[in-house]
């Protein structure tokens, strides 16, 4: 049989590494898939360069739609990023009936309903594994390899880059922006890192594991996102000290009033498995009613990381562009019309446990009005930590006065109690500064 036509928009860091793994393993990837896989055609800004990296045998040419438009292409890759230019190659890719590749958690996490229903009514596939996590197979895994289980929560390191910062502000003692400048300069974070830090990039992706995992349509403006920039390095200490590391995590979790799904720093015991993924690395924690909990571990970025799974999408399509499109695996797990409408619900619903840290003045009487705050408003202590604050200085006071550290961690409570508990305890005189607030997460 002929080999399946695949043309790729975008031959950027992916784009290589899905050109160079599929030439270099194309042997085992045709007795796998059935049929031989070629890319045949490329689009790029940079004729030039993405022709010297491809060879003479393929066509490269600038305009995106001319592979689109080319009859004998049967699946296109997208790896042009974003929601622009992106999504209206992709719709129209999938109007002229092809199956799409992609790597864009951006453009589903947030048109996904629209780009799905489009290519059901086409009867074509839009495969994804590349755009959660990587080299990670979790969408395989969450979507066929888990497909007996009632899904109970997901909790995943999804952001390279943010796992390599705190990983790095930890080791060292040193603080977010500082090792910012120096994740910049070794080429881990972009030179724009927003949505990297800013909690946007693993939010994306959460959003996407929790269609995936509770049958929901797509819905990245119901999530709530909190990145890592006012993390402070003392926190990470304190943590430690606690028998906790902080993670950025990308949560979703079903509960008897809906959904929740939210990215923002957590504490995490350092007895779990996930508290131990370092560096670049990426984890996900699926916890299902059959099989219990597993943990999914890799790369989750890079060229042939992100390559291995664009080219696992493509041997899929191979073999299942002939089946009957009822017969394959549905874009979200569900099938299309029996999507829930469970509610995503708001950052105020959610029950989770607390790391709080006030600094305060050292004087009798301030651990009982806050711990009697936090009582009243029926939030359970589980541990205080009294410091030494790390530097004592207040503003026009000679001497300068005596301050502390309090630590406080919670029980599990509903987060509108906490901010309201914790504007109380922020009025009070001797709370001397900003209180730090920072989620925690058992994963037992
Ligand atoms: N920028 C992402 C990360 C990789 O740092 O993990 C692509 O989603």
Redesign the pocket.
Known sequence: MKPIQVGLLGMGVVGSGTFNVLRRNQEEIKRRAGRGIEITMVADLDVVRAQSLVGEGVKVVSDARAVIANPDIDIVIELIGGYGIAKSLMLEAIAAGKHVVTAN?ALLAVHGTEIFAAASDKGVMVAFEAAVA?GIPIIKALREGLTANRIQWIAGII???TNFILSEMREKGLDFSVVLKEAQRLGYAEADPTF?IEGV?AAHKATIMSAIAFGIPVQFDKAYVEGITRLAAQDIRYAEQLGYRIKLLGITKRVAKGIELRVHPSLVPTKRLIANVEGAMNAVMVQADAVGTTLYYGK??GSEPTASAVVADLVDITRLHTADAAQRVPHLAFQPNALSDLRVLPMDEVVTSYYLRLRVADQAGVLAKVTGILAEAGISIDAVLQREADEVVIEGATPALPQTDLIILTHDCQEANMNGALAQMQALPTVLQPIVRIRKEELA
């Open positions: 958690k990587g952001n390279g880059t990297d990039d989750g970025a």
